[in-house]
C-alpha cells in the first residue's frame, strides 16, 4: 500500500532557529497536503501541491514538491513559539479519494 | 458555519461498555472521515464515506468497531464491547472533494478512555 514516511520524528529548535521537515512517499502522488496539529487541538490545513517543483509560500512558511512527485519539504524560517505543534504531511490515495496521513513530525520551539 | 462538530468531547467508560461517537459535517460536503490518533500509531483512517456510502474500511480495526452514516449530515463511529486499547482520539473531518481538492476539515475530536 500506499506508505507515507516524514523526518524527522522530533525536532527541538530555539526560538528564531529555521526548521525543515520532509515527506517522502514509496510511488509518485498526484497532490500532496501540509497539515498543522498544536498540542491538544485537531489537524488543520495549510496547504496542498500538486504541480512537479512547486514551491508556496505562507510568510516565514515555504511548501515544496519534489520534482518527480515522490517528495515534498516545509521549510520554517525564524521560528517562533506559535509554531509548536505536529507537522503532518497527508497525500491523496487515488484509487478511493482517501487522504492518508505521514507520521508526523512534532517541533518545539525553545524560547 | 460551525465546522465539524464531534460530540462528546470526552467520554470514559468501562471496559466491555458500547460507545458511540456522533459526528456533524460541515454542510454540502460529500465525504467523511472517522480518523484514530495515537501516541504509538499515529493518525489512523478508520473509514472513509463518500456521499454517504461507506468506500473504504480497511482501517476499522476489529468487528467491535461499526461505522453508518444514515444521511448527509450525521454519522456514528460506534465500538462495542470497548477495550483499554481502544483509548485514543477519534476524529471526524469531512472534505469536499472536487477534482483534486481534498481539504479536509477536522473537528474538535473526541478523546475516549476506557478503563
Known amino acids: 500500500g500506499q506508505q507515507v514516511m516524514q523526518i524527522p520524528q522530533y525536532q527541538h529548535v530555539q526560538e528564531g532557529e529555521d526548521f525543515t521537515t520532509y515527506c517522502n512517499s514509496s510511488t509518485t502522488l498526484s497532490n500532496i497536503q501540509w497539515y498543522k496539529q498544536r498540542p491538544g487541538g485537531h489537524p488543520v490545513f495549510l496547504i496542498q501541491l500538486v504541480k512537479s517543483g512547486e514551491v508556496k509560500k505562507q510568510k516565514r512558511l515555504t511548501f515544496q514538491f519534489g520534482e518527480a512527485k515522490k517528495n515534498s519539504s516545509l521549510h520554517i524560517t525564524a521560528t517562533q513559539t506559535t509554531d509548536v505543534g505536529t507537522y503532518f504531511c497527508a497525500v491523496l490515495k487515488t484509487s478511493y479519494d482517501k487522504v492518508i496521513f505521514g507520521p508526523g513530525t512534532s517541533l518545539s520551539v525553545i524560547p | 458555519d460551525a465546522g465539524v462538530i464531534q460530540s462528546p468531547r470526552h467520554e470514559v467508560t468501562e471496559m466491555g461498555q458500547e460507545v458511540t461517537l456522533r459526528c456533524k459535517p460541515i454542510s454540502g460536503h460529500n465525504s467523511l472521515f472517522w480518523y484514530r490518533q495515537t501516541m504509538m500509531r499515529g493518525l489512523e483512517l478508520l473509514i472513509y464515506f463518500n456521499n454517504n456510502v461507506p468506500i473504504d474500511d480497511s482501517g476499522m480495526p476489529e468487528d467491535r468497531f461499526s461505522a453508518k452514516m444514515p444521511n448527509a449530515s450525521f454519522s456514528t463511529l460506534k465500538i462495542q464491547p470497548s477495550e483499554p486499547r481502544d483509548s485514543a482520539v477519534y476524529f471526524c473531518?469531512?472534505?469536499?472533494?472536487?477534482?483534486?481538492?481534498?481539504?479536509?476539515?477536522f473537528g474538535q475530536g473526541t478523546r475516549l478512555t476506557v478503563v
Open positions: 473531518a469531512s472534505s469536499l472533494l472536487t477534482g483534486l481538492n481534498t481539504e479536509a476539515f
